[in-house]
């Protein structure tokens, strides 16, 4: 099956600086690649994702970059907010009906004021 | 909020009780899907429902059984509960080739 590993498990940076969470995947048949941000006592919600006919994707602050060759996918935030500090998950999938994810172990990011 | 609704939110059980736990969403979704949540390990998949009428196994799916009763629920039950079955439990759904929204758990311990 797909293993997803993801660097670092924990990462502080100070306010307005940038933060880079980084994945490897395991499978070349996975075509979906999605980060969800977890905060404390709820479920994870989708922030951005990536399909693999796409080698990059933004949306305001967040940005999701997609090597398929390396088998690599990263998250990128600028200009970090305080209310950026969670937990974020990345995950590979193959698109199907029903797109069963395999998770990575998770990032706490912590956006120091 | 329209979403996906997990009960119980909390639960504690003994060694060999049995429990059900709920999940309904109302974005009528075909898929839904249940995953375990443990410190260090990120999310797992136990069971996973494609569509209506239909449930498949996932990564870890020992100790646990699922029953599909309609499109909108979808449930999970542990027979006979062990302390290894401690863990955050999340249900997600999601409409075909569509991103899995998630729900904020039932947490669960086993003594």
């Known amino acids: 099956g797909e293993n997803v590993e993801q660097h670092p498990s924990t990462l502080s940076v100070q306010e307005g600086d940038s933060a880079v969470i980084k994945c490897t995947y395991s499978?070349?048949?996975?075509?979906?690649f999605p980060w969800y941000k977890q905060e404390l006592g709820k479920g994870p919600q989708l922030i951005i994702d990536?399909?693999?006919?796409?080698g990059e994707k933004k949306d305001q602050r967040i940005a999701v970059t997609l090597n398929k060759t390396a088998k690599h996918f990263s998250l990128h935030i600028t200009e970090t907010q305080p209310e950026d500090s969670a937990v974020y998950f990345c995950?590979?999938?193959?698109?199907?009906?029903?797109?069963?994810?395999?998770f990575g172990t998770g990032t706490r990011l912590t956006v120091i004021p | 909020n329209a979403g996906v609704t997990q009960t119980p939110k909390f639960q504690v059980l003994k060694t060999g009780q049995s429990m059900t736990l709920q999940c309904a969403q109302d974005m009528n979704h075909n898929s839904m899907y249940w995953y375990r949540q443990d410190p260090g390990m990120g999310l797992r998949l136990i069971y996973y429902?494609?569509?209506?009428?239909?449930?498949d196994k996932g990564e870890v799916p020992n100790g646990y059984n699922v029953s599909r009763l309609n499109k909108r629920e979808f449930s999970l039950r542990l027979e006979s509960a062990a302390p290894s079955q401690t863990s955050v439990y999340f249900c997600?759904?999601?409409?075909?080739?569509?991103?899995?929204?998630f729900g904020d758990g039932t947490r669960l311990s086993i003594l």
């Open positions: 429902s494609a569509s209506e009428g239909t449930t």
């Open positions: 997600a759904s999601s409409g075909r080739n569509q991103p899995q929204h």
């Open positions: 990536i399909r693999s006919n796409v």
């Open positions: 499978d070349s048949a996975s075509n979906y």
């Open positions: 995950a590979a999938s193959k698109i199907s009906g029903a797109n069963n994810l395999f």
